[in-house]
């Protein structure tokens, strides 16, 4: 049974309003209609996505404010792929750890990708190249404050599996203050999370400031990364 009401219960009620109230309910399920009368599996889609966003990161990185607008639009489909996978999974009941790391694979990869190509832009509006070791550095800021949790958990892993339940990530430390890491949780995701950094980037693009992305996103993403190794080496 593909019917939109079986397939909408597929759709996973994502707490992102926009993915969960505007790509869910729309391009997310549309595509999930579609995917049914194929023979795509969601291990396929995920992987898809990985290889699709160099498209979107071409345009934006090619340099013109027309290109840019072009990637950033064609950027916001990763929104309906991410959305599609899932569901698609569950109406199928194949649901994988295969699935689940491809998922985390392009969670993890194409952010730091988006910042390589704003800074290939930047470089190029501003005629100094040189402005694409800002990206690259912020791309090593964001693999370090990943790699952090990762070496930790791995640490743990190897000193006694136990003591993982008692492991406090640095969200669940700050989120134990009240409402400063509410606030630091809902600042965290609304500037960090790829949903909104789509929606950033076409924001800036059509106004003409993506150039600016950088100035903002070098120092936040310096103090996490920094922030993430000190908190999780204690």
Same mark, same amino acid.
């Given at each position: 049974?593909?019917?939109?009401?079986?397939?909408?219960?597929?759709?996973?009620?994502?707490?992102?309003?926009?993915?969960?109230?505007?790509?869910?309910?729309?391009?997310?399920?549309?595509?999930?209609?579609?995917?049914?009368?194929?023979?795509?599996?969601?291990?396929?889609?995920?992987?898809?996505?990985?290889?699709?966003?160099?498209?979107?990161?071409?345009?934006?990185?090619?340099?013109?404010?027309?290109?840019?607008?072009?990637?950033?639009?064609?950027?916001?489909?990763?929104?309906?792929?991410?959305?599609?996978?899932?569901?698609?999974?569950?109406?199928?009941?194949?649901?994988? @750890?295969?699935? $689940? /790391?491809?998922?985390?694979? =392009?969670?993890?990869?194409?952010?730091?990708? #988006?910042? !390589?190509?704003?800074?290939?832009?930047?470089?190029?509006?501003?005629?100094?190249?040189?402005?694409?070791?800002?990206?690259?550095?912020?791309?090593?800021?964001?693999?370090?404050?990943?790699?952090?949790?990762?070496?930790?958990?791995?640490?743990?892993?190897?000193?006694?599996?136990?003591?993982?339940?008692?492991?406090?990530?640095?969200?669940?430390?700050?989120?134990?203050?009240?409402? @400063?890491?509410? $606030? /630091?949780?809902?600042?965290? =995701?609304?500037?960090?999370?790829?949903?909104? #950094?789509? !929606?950033?980037?076409?924001?800036?693009?059509?106004?003409?400031?993506?150039?600016?992305?950088?100035?903002?996103?070098?120092?936040?993403?310096?103090?996490?990364?920094?922030?993430?190794?000190?908190?999780?080496?204690?």
């Amino acid at each position: 049974d593909n019917s939109l009401g079986t397939l909408r219960k597929c759709m996973h009620l994502h707490k992102h309003p926009w993915k969960r109230y505007f790509f869910g309910p729309t391009s997310g399920l549309l595509l999930l209609k579609l995917l049914t009368y194929t023979t795509i599996t969601a291990n396929q889609l995920s992987a898809f996505a990985l290889f699709y966003v160099l498209l979107p990161l071409g345009f934006i990185a090619y340099g013109t404010q027309q290109s840019a607008v072009i990637g950033s639009i064609l950027f916001l489909f990763i929104i309906t792929l991410d959305h599609a996978d899932g569901a698609l999974a569950r109406y199928r009941g194949i649901m994988s @750890l295969t699935g $689940a /790391y491809l998922e985390k694979m =392009y969670h993890r990869l194409i952010p730091p990708l #988006l910042f !390589l190509a704003v800074s290939i832009y930047t470089g190029k509006y501003f005629g100094n190249m040189g402005i694409v070791a800002l990206g690259i550095f912020i791309m090593l800021m964001m693999f370090l404050a990943h790699w952090t949790r990762l070496s930790k958990y791995e640490i743990v892993i190897l000193k006694t599996k136990k003591q993982i339940k008692t492991h406090i990530s640095i969200e669940k430390k700050v989120g134990q203050q009240g409402f @400063l890491g509410k $606030a /630091y949780n809902k600042f965290i =995701y609304f500037v960090n999370s790829m949903e909104w #950094l789509c !929606l950033i980037t076409l924001a800036l693009s059509v106004t003409g400031y993506l150039h600016w992305m950088l100035a903002f996103y070098l120092p936040f993403y310096t103090l996490i990364g920094i922030a993430k190794v000190y908190l999780e080496a204690k």
